[in-house]
Structure formats: C-alpha cells, structure tokens
C-alpha cells in the first residue's frame, strides 16, 4: 500500500554539524515532496519543498534532494543552530492530491 | 490574510459523548485535510475533500468518524460514542487546488475521560 519511511527517528548533532533526514516512498506516481517542521506544542509548517523534475532544491541551510529511480529523498541541514531543533516530517503525494507522512524525525542540536 | 482557524482549541469530553471538530480553511482553498497526531507521533491521515466531495475516505479510524465540508469552505470532523483511544490532537490543513503547501491550523487538543 501507500506507505512513506523516514529514518531515523531521533537524531542528534552538535552545534555547527549538519542533519540529514531520509525518506522512502512507496508510489512511483509521486510528484511532490514537502518537508514540515514542527516545533514543540506548534503547528506544522512548510519549510521546503520539491517536485519530481527537480533533482535537488536549496534554500539557505536547508536543501533537499530526490532520487526518483530509487524512490527516496533527503532533507539536509547544514550549520544546525539550536532553533533548528524540532520534530520534521517528510511527506509525497499520492493520487488526487493525498499527502502521505512519514513518521517523523525529532532533531536535537546539541550545544 | 487569515489562517486556517480550528475550534475548539480544547475539548474534554466523556468516554461515550459525540464530539463535533470545527475547520474553516483559508478563503479560496478547495482542498481540505484532516489529520490526527497523538503525543509524539506522526501525523495520521484521516480524509481530504476536494471541494465538497471526499475522495478517500480510507483514514478514518472506525465508522464513529465522520466528515462533512458545506459549500466548499467549512469542515466538521464528528466522533461519536468516544473512546480514551480517540485522546489526540486534530489537525486541519488547506491548499489551493493541485499539490500545493499545505497550511496547518492550530489543532484542537481532544481529552476523552
């Protein structure tokens, strides 16, 4: 079935070194790939996003990349700060508009 | 402009009460979704509407969930005879037509005794 992995399920990284999320995707008809972050007691919110013609999508210190043939796509935080910590959830669509999360990742950036 | 608004912001209901879930989502967005996260997990996907209609209805948990969406703006999530599982937060997101971001609303914090 329509299914989405994301690894791992808590991460830790110092001060300064970069995070990197993965995820999986079960349909091959998935075109889009949000990443969300959540922080604690808050609602999620939209932090980067690629379609299915774009290999890779940067946006400061944050990029993603898509693997289409492999079906997997990667969040990448580079010089983390201690806002960055923060539970992210990857997402791809399914038909007609379905978004399809993964389980989430609780980031911790360590001082 | 205004965000997605939910109401109530908390409810504490009786194991075996209905509840009803309020959603208004941003003006002009024709997609709707209801997702529903317990303490610290992932967002659970229960349905989304395209306009009026729901076409995947496949996330609702039993049959005591339901949804409606009237005139393609405001949605209600119901629950009824509720049961201490139903105990989460309920979130509601809209987007404008096609694979777009969705904006998330503030959840309702459900707490069934």
């Known amino acids: 079935g329509e299914n989405v992995e994301q690894h791992p399920s808590t991460l830790s990284v110092q001060e300064g070194d970069s995070a990197v999320i993965k995820c999986t995707y079960s349909d091959s008809a998935s075109n889009y790939f949000p990443w969300y972050k959540q922080e604690l007691g808050k609602r999620p919110q939209l932090i980067i996003d690629?379609?299915?013609?774009?290999g890779e999508k940067k946006d400061q210190r944050i990029a993603v990349t898509l693997n289409k043939t492999a079906k997997h796509f990667s969040l990448h935080i580079t010089e983390t700060q201690p806002e960055d910590s923060a539970v992210y959830f990857c997402a791809a669509s399914i038909r007609d508009d379905k978004i399809i999360f993964g389980k989430g990742t609780r980031l911790h950036i360590l001082p | 402009g205004a965000g997605v608004s939910q109401s109530p912001s908390n409810k504490v209901t009786e194991k075996g009460k209905d509840v009803e879930l309020r959603c208004d989502p941003i003006s002009g967005h024709t997609a709707l979704y209801w997702y529903r996260q317990s303490l610290g997990q992932g967002l659970e996907f229960l349905i989304y509407?395209?306009?009026?209609?729901?076409?995947?209805k496949s996330g609702l948990p039993s049959d005591r969930f339901s949804a409606e969406r009237t005139g393609g703006s405001v949605s209600t999530l119901t629950i009824q005879r509720t049961q201490q599982e139903d105990s989460a937060v309920y979130l509601c997101?809209?987007?404008?037509?096609?694979?777009?971001?969705?904006?998330f609303g503030p959840g309702t914090r459900l707490t069934v005794l």
């Open positions: 690629i379609r299915s013609n774009v």
């Open positions: 997101a809209s987007s404008p037509y096609g694979l777009y971001t969705q904006y």
């Open positions: 509407f395209q306009g009026n209609s729901a076409p995947d």
